[in-house]
């Protein structure tokens, strides 16, 4: 049985830092896609960070390009996600996702990824 399992998110104010990370396990196939969403009150998930396991290509949502950045230990089967110069419109759920399907680049829509974390929210104040 997959499971993902999120670091705590947290809450910092305007201009922080946070880093999450995620752990899978309990799959056989590789994931090719894997990366972190996000969803605020109201709002539709969004992916944020993703990441391609074979050619290593990242995508960025522009509201957060330049500031988080997207990685991975394969040796830990650990993805991160370091969030800096947060901002409040940052607030929202954010989820570790993959997907064993091939894909030339990382689809952005939520829909695509099979195996998701329980989420961890992520809180950042005025």
């Known amino acids: 049985q997959v499971q993902v399992v999120e670091s705590a998110g947290g809450s910092v104010r305007a201009g922080g830092s946070l880093r999450l990370s995620c752990a899978a396990s309990g799959y056989t196939e590789r994931w090719y896609c894997m990366g972190w969403f996000r969803q605020a009150p109201g709002k539709e998930r969004e992916g944020v960070a993703l990441?391609?396991?074979?050619?290593?290509?990242?995508y960025y949502a522009d509201s957060v390009k330049g500031r988080f950045t997207i990685s991975q230990d394969n040796a830990k089967n650990t993805l991160y996600l370091q969030m800096n110069m947060l901002k409040p419109e940052d607030t929202a759920m954010y989820y570790c996702?993959?997907?064993?399907?091939?894909?030339?680049?990382?689809?952005?829509?939520?829909?695509?990824?099979?195996?998701w974390g329980q989420g961890t929210q992520v809180t950042v104040s005025s």
């Open positions: 996702a993959g997907t064993q399907l091939w894909y030339a680049s990382c689809p952005s829509e939520s829909r695509r990824y099979k195996y």
């Open positions: 990441m391609h396991a074979r050619h290593g290509d990242t």
